[in-house]
């Protein structure tokens, strides 16, 4: 049973930055960070593939959030630069055990396990 504990969540000034973290205790395919806001559907944010290192971002983030991984900690981040009051929603981090997420990273209906969630506020 994989494990995932999300940390790093908080209030940041528009134009700053955030870390999220998310320590994963076993094997996976993909890991991936989702976000849902207030009355919003829930969206895929990025992704990295365990076998390559491969990444993807949704156009919203693209060019100011990073994601990577330190294997040795086996902690994926989730780095958000310059981030906008649009941002603000609760992070979850998501497994994917099976390698079903090949099929398309974005679809949160393909990861099987799940972090508890980080709050992240854009905020001045």
């Known amino acids: 049973q994989l494990q995932l504990v999300e940390s790093g969540g908080g209030l940041v000034q528009p134009g700053g930055s955030l870390r999220l973290s998310c320590e994963v205790s076993g094997f996976t395919y993909s890991i991936a960070w989702f976000r849902q806001a207030p009355g919003k559907e829930r969206e895929g944010v990025s992704c990295?593939?365990?076998?390559?290192?491969?990444?993807h971002y949704a156009d919203s983030v693209k060019g100011r959030f990073t994601i990577s991984r330190d294997s040795a900690k086996n902690t994926v981040y989730l780095e958000m630069n310059n981030p906008k009051p649009e941002d603000t929603a609760v992070y979850y981090c998501a497994a994917d055990s099976q390698g079903w997420t090949v099929v398309g990273w974005s679809r949160g209906d393909l990861y099987d396990f799940w972090g508890q969630g980080a709050q992240v506020t854009v905020s001045s």
């Open positions: 990295i593939i365990s076998r390559d290192g491969s990444t």
